[in-house]
């Protein structure tokens, strides 16, 4: 395996970093898990996953000096995919733990689901939003060929990104309140869900990711 011929899995001290590699690996498309620009800049697609808090997961960005490699590998339009939090980082900023700023790749803020959503039945819904919810796809964002609007994929997590620009929005869903349940503007695609906890579906979403990576190569 060359660095050329695999996709970049950015390290930076957070995510689930062996999970997506080896889902990656299991479709057939060999992985570099890496936190050095050098070497993520020579692969044929960048995977950007995220489990933890905007503020923490942002910091280690910063302190690892990845920054300025992501805004200007955003900037190129070759294939990227954020998840979860790699989503949420691309954001202006969040209100996670006060005012931090994101990445700023895409117009909006990072907020937390109110915590008076009516459930069916009474009651309230539980704050994260934890477990499997179908989406809405919108238009024709990357990754999601022959996956139809209605699919179910596996959330956890306790804020969503609000954008501003509408025609952004890749994907919907509802939980309480609409939010977007992905991103995208050309190569570029983001998910707030997990396609490697999404079984069937999200091996489908990661296949047709390395598919765009292969194509773009």
């Known amino acids: 395996m060359t660095r050329g011929s695999a996709i970049g899995v950015v390290d930076y001290g957070m995510g689930n970093l062996r999970s997506v590699s080896k889902a990656l690996e ?75 700023e994101g990445i700023g790749f895409f117009r909006g803020d990072v907020v937390r689901f109110p915590g008076d959503m009516p459930a069916r039945g009474g009651g309230v819904l539980k704050v994260p939003h934890m477990g499997w919810n179908g989406v809405e796809v919108v238009g024709d964002p990357p990754g999601f ?45 983001a998910v707030q869900f997990h396609p490697e906890k999404s079984q069937a579906a999200g091996l489908r979403l990661l296949g047709n990711f390395g598919r765009l990576c292969a194509e773009a190569a």
């Open 145 to 189: 060929r022959g996956i139809p609007s209605g699919t179910y994929f596996y959330f956890v997590h306790s804020y969503y990104a609000a954008p501003k620009v509408p025609g952004d929005v890749a994907c919907r869903s509802t939980y309480g309140v609409p939010f977007a349940a992905a991103v995208s503007r050309g190569n570029r695609l």
């Open 26 to 100: 299991s479709l057939g498309f060999p992985t570099l898990v890496s936190g050095d620009p050098k070497a993520l800049s020579s692969c044929r697609g960048i995977v950007f996953p995220g489990v933890g808090a905007f503020r923490d997961c942002m910091g280690n960005v910063v302190r690892q000096g990845l920054l300025p490699f992501l805004r200007e590998y955003l900037a190129s339009d070759r294939p990227f995919l954020g998840i979860c939090v790699g989503m949420q980082l691309l954001f202006s900023g969040s209100e996670e733990f006060g005012r931090h």
